[in-house]
């Protein structure tokens, strides 16, 4: 079931109700998130904004963002956990909200305006948002390790230095692999929190 809205506070509140398999798309968001509660701001008609109800999983951050970055086409790669970056900018953000019942995976896309900075995704929106529920349904069901292996196969993060922000303190350092449970580890430590970011690459050859 597809409820398509015209302008809300959230896709992600205008699903929070909704049964299992919905999907709810809307042209604005006045109120719309993303992760580590920042906003996410686009003019109207111009990004894909969308919020999917699907069932728990344990690896859904991870799924959302592998079924986002394929749905994008082949240029598209992940930030760790799920933002999707083209040409090492990013196009598009995922907010997984769960319970033990149901998971609401929301996300935003640019496609036709971008923050400075940000890049575009180049499909209609429709053509967008129907190649992502079939990628999302997918692996939102998908077996843990066919997750982690897809995600680094996509991964803009794997080998390089990193920093994360963390609440109490900053970690800087290669960011090695993904472990099973989904945390990212950066120098031998797993982070399953935070913000990433990615360091130049010339800091990446400087060791």
């Known amino acids: 079931m597809i409820v398509r809205l015209g302008t809300v506070a959230s896709?992600?509140?205008?699903?929070?109700?909704?049964?299992?398999?919905?999907?709810?798309?809307?042209?604005?968001?006045?109120?719309?998130?993303?992760?580590?509660?920042?906003?996410?701001?686009?003019?109207?008609?111009?990004?894909?904004l969308a919020s999917f109800v699907v069932a728990p999983h344990p690896l859904l951050s991870l799924a959302a963002g592998v079924a986002a970055a394929e749905a994008c086409g082949p240029q598209a790669r992940l930030k760790w956990p799920n933002d999707v970056l083209i040409d090492g900018r990013k196009a598009g953000g995922i907010l997984v909200e769960m319970t033990a019942a149901k998971a609401v995976v929301g996300v935003g896309i640019n496609l036709t305006w971008?923050?400075?900075?940000?890049?575009?995704?180049?499909?209609?929106?429709?053509?967008?948002?129907?190649?992502?529920?079939?990628?999302?349904?997918?692996?939102?069901?998908?077996?843990?390790?066919?997750?982690?292996?897809?995600w680094r196969e996509l991964s803009d993060t794997l080998g390089r230095r990193v920093r994360v922000e963390l609440p109490s303190r900053v970690i800087e350092?290669?960011?090695?692999?993904?472990?099973?449970?989904?945390?990212?580890?950066?120098?031998?430590?797993?982070?399953?929190?935070?913000?990433?970011?990615?360091l130049r690459a010339e800091a990446d050859r400087s060791d």
């Open 11 to 48: 896709t992600q509140e205008a699903a929070r109700e909704l049964p299992v398999g919905s999907v709810v798309v809307a042209e604005h968001q006045t109120a719309g998130r993303g992760r580590m509660d920042r906003r996410w701001e686009a003019p109207p008609g111009t990004a894909l």
């Open 173 to 198: 350092g290669l960011a090695q692999d993904i472990a099973a449970d989904g945390s990212l580890i950066v120098d031998g430590e797993h982070v399953s929190a935070g913000d990433v970011i990615h």
């Open 114 to 150: 971008a923050p400075p900075g940000a890049a575009l995704v180049d499909q209609p929106r429709d053509v967008l948002l129907e190649t992502l529920t079939q990628r999302l349904g997918a692996w939102a069901s998908a077996a843990p390790a066919a997750i982690i292996q897809r």
